[in-house]
């Protein structure tokens, strides 16, 4: 586990971010016990926590990475940290062969909702959530969604703390072959697209599923389309499109999303104010 405050921390778009946030000469505090902690599952390289992670720094919360594709071990429960961030990644949300680490992720997601930690999944990481809680995950039949996507709000929406605020028709920067075809028993969509029913939903008090990525920038984008070029084209989309789109949307990317992560951040923070009180 690789904590995250007087370090750089590494964006997905190798933008190095300290715990002086980004244009805030804040002094880092100097007691780490201090700062409340997330636990970060880093299920490969070039997924890291990017602007959520920026974000999450800035109001003054420290990541424990865990990059587990490097067999680093996750810890067996979420004693000492105040929310659990689950990123994305390509493998499915059961292949426990390809990810050994997974098993171990459903029971911290489990873990976390039992106990009204605060919960974060983005797209693999909403997957899992919504698997380890009883919902599906299907591979889509009609090939991936890709590119900047605009979202649409759903009634439960209205008054939610973190995604009420996300205005109609907000885009989004996807890029996922599966998707959750049906929610755990008592969840709530929040979040909804014209190609994918559960871009988000609520799970528990204070637990959040992403279909989408809130980290990413256009770089990782473009990397990610460079990696899957053969196997976007194949599935009749055009990578160069694909990235251009979410280079045009960015700046909304950046204000939508990251007002998502600092709400986020804030429930983290009052979730370890109440826990220290």
């Known amino acids: 586990m690789t904590s995250q405050t007087s370090e750089p921390i590494q964006t997905s778009d190798t933008t190095a971010v300290t715990g002086e946030a980004a244009g805030d000469h804040t002094p880092v505090p100097a007691a780490r016990e201090t700062i409340p902690a997330v636990l970060v599952i880093q299920h490969e390289e070039d997924a890291g926590p990017g602007l959520v992670g920026d974000r999450l720094v800035r ?97 439960a929406v209205e008054g939610d703390p973190v995604l009420g605020g996300v205005p109609e028709g907000a885009r989004a920067a996807q890029w996922h072959w599966d998707e959750v075809d049906r929610l755990p028993a008592g969840a709530v969509p929040l979040l909804t697209g014209e190609d994918c029913p559960y871009q988000a939903f609520r799970v ?44 045009e949307a960015e700046p909304e990317l950046r204000t939508v999303w990251g007002a998502v992560s600092g709400a986020w951040g804030a429930i983290v923070q009052a979730h370890a104010a109440a826990r220290a009180a």
């Open 59 to 155: 109001a003054g919360l420290r990541l424990d990475v865990v990059r587990a594709w490097r067999g680093e071990p996750l810890p067996e429960d979420l004693r000492g940290h105040a929310g659990l961030l689950v990123l994305g990644g390509s493998v499915n949300c059961r292949d426990d062969g390809a990810a050994p680490w997974l098993p171990r992720v459903r029971t911290l997601v489990r873990e976390a909702v039992a106990g009204e930690v605060p919960l974060l999944g983005i797209c693999l990481g909403g997957q899992i959530v919504a698997d380890a809680l009883g919902g599906s995950v299907a591979t889509r039949t009609r090939g991936p969604e890709l590119g900047a996507v605009p979202l649409r709000r759903l009634a």
């Open 204 to 247: 528990g008090s204070v637990g959040w599923g992403l279909q989408f990525h809130p980290e990413v920038e256009s770089g990782t984008v473009a990397r990610w389309a460079e990696a899957d070029d053969a196997q976007v084209r194949a599935d009749g989309g055009d990578p160069v499109a694909v990235v251009a789109s979410v280079r």
